[in-house]
């Protein structure tokens, strides 16, 4: 089970972090999507726990920051310089596994429920 945290109202240039607590499994690759209004999920950040292996979609490099931590099994997103389209609801997401689709959505088995961003202009 994947629990996510921190939703919240900023303003543009602020910063919000979310968790995603995870229990039950150990999942090896984790990743962040979001889901704007009336568009389709996308990835945001991707950790592999063992190689540390990091990727950011270019629309928050720079500005967004995926960590681990493994002996809490928690997952974060800390979420700097926020844009207004920024504003979504984000998804923590998992797989036991390595993978090399890691910005794809179907390749993560386990979901959090999701957690709203509001970023106001």
């Known amino acids: 089970q994947l629990q996510a945290s921190g939703a919240g109202l900023v303003q543009a240039g602020g910063s919000l972090s979310l968790s995603c607590a995870v229990s039950g499994r150990t999942l090896r690759t984790m990743g962040w999507f979001r889901q704007a209004p009336g568009k389709g999920r996308v990835f945001v950040a991707h950790i592999v726990s063992s190689e540390d292996t990091i990727h950011y979609a270019d629309s928050v490099k720079g500005r967004f920051t995926i960590s681990r931590d493994n002996a809490k099994n928690t997952v974060y997103l800390q979420m700097n310089s926020l844009k207004p389209e920024d504003t979504a609801i984000y998804y923590c997401?998992?797989?036991?596994?390595?993978?090399?689709?890691?910005?794809?959505?179907?390749?993560?088995?386990?979901w959090g429920q999701g957690t709203k961003v509001t970023v106001s202009s």
């Open positions: 997401a998992g797989r036991a596994g390595a993978t090399t689709a890691w910005w794809s959505a179907p390749t993560y088995n386990y």
